[in-house]
């Protein structure tokens, strides 16, 4: 008999054969996070290459639009990676809720509180919860970077723009 504890711990084999709902929600924040995590990456491509090549402003440039036109591109999908980091939590929770109404569910079914019929219900609830985080995290940590870099870059531009003005 395999000691199924010796194995290693695989979040998505939580969900395989889960409550139909269960599963929704899971999939909901695995495809936020790879959604998430393509932002970041494109991000972090964008600022290398901003570090490599910075951005300037010339006297022939358009002053009304220079700044926004440099910036569009930073500031990009950053609302994605807002929302994010707001409602992947909640999304989880709701797994989280929802599969303990499965396990209260099971509970009266089977008349029985035992590990057999508690476990699978509570780990698929829970694992819900630790995707909406894994999906939070991370979406927030670089929401709160980019912008506040895109802030910067921002800002710096802006001056150089009204110094442009100035000088006229």
């Known amino acids: 008999m395999e000691n199924k504890m010796s194995?290693?711990?695989n979040l998505m084999q939580l969900f395989i054969g889960s409550d139909l709902l269960i599963m929704?929600?899971?999939y909901t924040l695995l495809?936020?996070?790879?959604i998430s995590w393509f932002i970041i990456v494109e991000k972090i491509r964008l600022w290398h290459a901003e570090r490599k090549s910075p951005s300037t402003i010339s006297r022939k440039d358009n002053m009304a639009h220079v700044v926004e036109n440099i910036m569009r591109p930073f500031d990009k999908n950053l609302w994605f990676l807002s929302m994010a980091s707001?409602?992947?939590?909640?999304i989880g929770l709701f797994g989280t809720?929802?599969?303990v109404i499965i396990v209260f569910s099971a509970i009266g079914v089977h008349q029985s509180t035992?590990?057999?019929v508690v476990a699978p219900g509570l780990a698929a609830a829970l694992g819900t919860t630790a995707l909406g985080l894994m999906v939070a995290i991370p979406a927030a940590i670089a929401y709160q970077y980019f912008s506040k870099k895109a802030d910067s870059l921002y800002e710096e531009l802006d001056e150089a723009r009204k110094e442009i003005?100035?000088?006229k």
Do not use: C, D, K
Request: aromatic residues 12%; without cysteine.
């Open 97 to 99: 809720v929802w599969g």
């Open 7 to 9: 194995g290693q711990f």
């Open 86 to 90: 707001v409602v992947a939590p909640f």
């Open 114 to 116: 035992s590990i057999g």
């Open 31 to 34: 495809i936020g996070s790879i």
């Open 24 to 26: 929704a929600t899971s």
């Open 165 to 167: 003005l100035s000088e």
